[in-house]
């Protein structure tokens, strides 16, 4: 019997029964490294946010969101291996952030509306019923596509990526282009310009890392000719990963911790030097002898007197 030697023209693919053996594709192999090194950074950043923000940190209606956008990330990257909690917590950070997004912009726009007629929890009714939501999209899908009822899947899968990018990503984006506008006018002095930076990169950030991940699953039910998913979980582990720095990155100033850069993100605090430098202004202006001029005519005593 004679042995079969391959030409020197021609190459084993790493695929190949013969060629998985003896060669180690290194590419596959830094990629997937880079994406556990990546999670495991996302798993401890995530979790000090849960940590800080439920336990550390005063509830008001944008920790409610950012609360539930870090369960949404830590899961994914908790179980990044299962598609259904993963589609789960892909639609729900996307739905969170234009939730969040229509929020500061409506503050924006109508901030006399908003401060006397929002509603004290409604930050809290929103995420549960977008919870409620992605819950009942990934339900219909797991029962219509684990049933091998082919038709039907991908109706369900068509609609889900509809529901999407047709009605929940452009307002998130129309919001993002207005809070950036108006930053950067300066027309909102008062408004926390962290708050919105970190808004606009949270949201920058997800449209670049996770949209090629719904474009690939999208795709791979209705074609088997696409290349590996690596970098596409790849970008993904970087989206869930990056917000914890994000927000201390845009937060922090000169030496401070992790729980004072996300108040000075969330609460709208002032830099601990700004306010150490106006007191000592302050100490540096002259007193009046005499005491403030009184209200409404009253007339103080005289000089003379």
Not at 203 to 215: A, D, E, G, Q, Y
Not at 217 to 232: A, C, E, K, P
């Amino acid at each position: 019997a004679t042995s079969h030697v391959p030409s020197t023209g021609t190459r084993l693919s790493p695929a190949s029964p013969a060629a998985r053996g003896h060669l180690i594709d290194v590419p596959d192999v830094a990629v997937d490294g880079a994406t556990l090194l990546i999670c495991l950074c996302g798993l401890v950043g995530n979790g000090a946010v849960l940590w800080l923000l439920g336990c550390r940190i005063r509830r008001n209606p944008v920790t409610v969101y950012v609360l539930n956008l870090a369960v949404a990330d830590f899961t994914f990257l908790l179980l990044m291996s299962f598609l259904l909690p993963l589609l789960l917590t892909h639609n729900m950070g996307m739905y969170l952030l234009t939730a969040i997004s229509i929020e500061r912009c409506v503050s924006i726009l109508c901030p006399l509306w908003y401060r006397c007629h929002r509603p004290q929890h409604l930050s809290a009714m929103v995420c549960a019923l977008l919870w409620a939501l992605s819950i009942a999209v990934i339900a219909a899908v797991a029962v219509l596509c684990l049933s091998h009822q082919q038709d039907q899947c991908h109706l369900t899968l068509i609609s889900m990526y509809a529901l999407n990018f047709l009605i929940f990503a452009p307002p998130m984006v129309i919001s993002n282009v207005i809070l950036f506008i108006k930053v950067q006018c300066g027309s909102q002095r008062r408004q926390p310009r962290r708050l919105y930076i970190v808004i606009f990169l949270t949201v920058l950030f997800f449209l670049l890392f996770m949209v090629p991940l719904s474009i690939w699953n999208f795709m791979q039910h209705f074609s088997s000719m696409l290349g590996h998913s690596q970098v596409v979980f790849l970008l993904a582990c970087i989206n869930s990963s990056i917000n914890p720095f994000i927000y201390f990155l845009v937060g922090s100033c000169q030496r401070q911790s992790v729980k004072m850069a996300l108040q000075r993100v969330f609460e709208g605090r002032a830099d601990p030097w700004m306010v150490a430098e106006g007191q000592k202004r302050s100490s540096y202006l002259p007193r009046s002898r005499y005491p403030p001029a009184p209200l409404f005519g009253r007339k103080g005593p005289s000089p003379s007197s």
